[in-house]
């Protein structure tokens, strides 16, 4: 799936817990009848794709839905969603008549790797 707009606001590089997760997130805002600010998250290695982007920049970005449920100390299940981007590309140099190799190069798309130090006994606690 993706998402096409303006930038409206990038985020600083923040990082969670003792492992050193990091996420970034960036608001696009589409350009439609009836505008709408997404909010897509960039995580771990996926945060530096944001580093070449400013505010103002016409975007292209390349997203994966993400779902996850999870129980509060009450005992209540709470479902929680997120937007993930793995990919971004601007849309200025094909706006302005650009040749395509004028666009910068895009890492390949070689998906999230899975943690690997994780076990079911570990107590996750976290609603995201």
């Known amino acids: ?3 096409q707009g ?3 606001m990038i985020g600083e590089t923040q990082t969670f817990g003792s492992n050193g997760f990091r996420k970034r997130e960036v608001v696009v805002t589409t350009e439609e009848q009836y505008p709408q600010h997404i909010l897509v998250e960039f995580i771990q290695d996926k945060c530096d794709l944001l580093n070449s982007f400013q505010v103002g920049h016409d975007v292209k970005i390349s997203i994966n839905l ?3 449920e999870w ?3 009450q005992g209540e299940t709470k479902y929680f969603n997120s ?3 793995w990919r971004i590309e601007s849309l200025q140099a094909a706006a302005a008549g650009a040749p395509p190799s004028a666009i910068p190069p895009v890492p390949p798309a070689d998906a999230f ?3 690997s130090d994780l076990s079911e006994e570990d107590h ?3 609603p995201f």
């Open 124 to 126: 996750d606690d976290l």
């Open 113 to 115: 790797e899975p943690a």
């Open 66 to 68: 993400r779902g996850r």
């Open 83 to 85: 937007i993930q981007g």
């Open 1 to 3: 799936m993706e998402v």
């Open 71 to 73: 129980v509060n100390p």
């Open 6 to 8: 303006k930038v409206k």
